[in-house]
């Protein structure tokens, strides 16, 4: 199974940027779709973007125009570049495969904080 490890949260301030990574321990390109997930405090978890193998994207509305996912296949990992942070970004944010199954577990996440 794949262990992924997110990193690249952090403190920023509203209008901001932040560049999340995620690598794993087996390649995470032998799942067909690669998604990145957010949840915030006492809420349920979302899907904000996927790309899959082909490089088909997809992004939630709230994300759209302003978050980029990408992937370097040499360095197994996938980016989540997020752009024009908002404070309703705040989150942890994880990666997996999307849809979720039993084949990849749950890493840590990487808390993305947006406040002045």
């Known amino acids: 199974q794949v262990q992924p490890v997110e990193s690249g949260g952090g403190l920023v301030q509203p209008g901001g940027s932040l560049r999340l990574s995620c690598a794993a321990s087996g390649s995470i390109f032998s799942i067909n779709t690669m998604g990145w997930f957010r949840q915030a405090s006492g809420k349920e978890r979302e899907l904000v973007a996927s790309i899959s193998r082909g490089g088909f994207t997809t992004y939630a509305s709230s994300v759209r125009g302003r978050f980029t996912i990408f992937r370097d296949n040499a360095k197994n990992t996938v980016y989540l570049q997020m752009n024009r942070l908002k404070p309703e970004d705040t989150a942890v944010y994880y990666c997996?495969?999307?849809?979720?199954?039993?084949?990849?577990?749950w890493g840590q996440g990487t808390l993305v904080t947006v406040s002045s």
């Open positions: 997996n495969s999307a849809p979720v199954s039993t084949t990849m577990f």
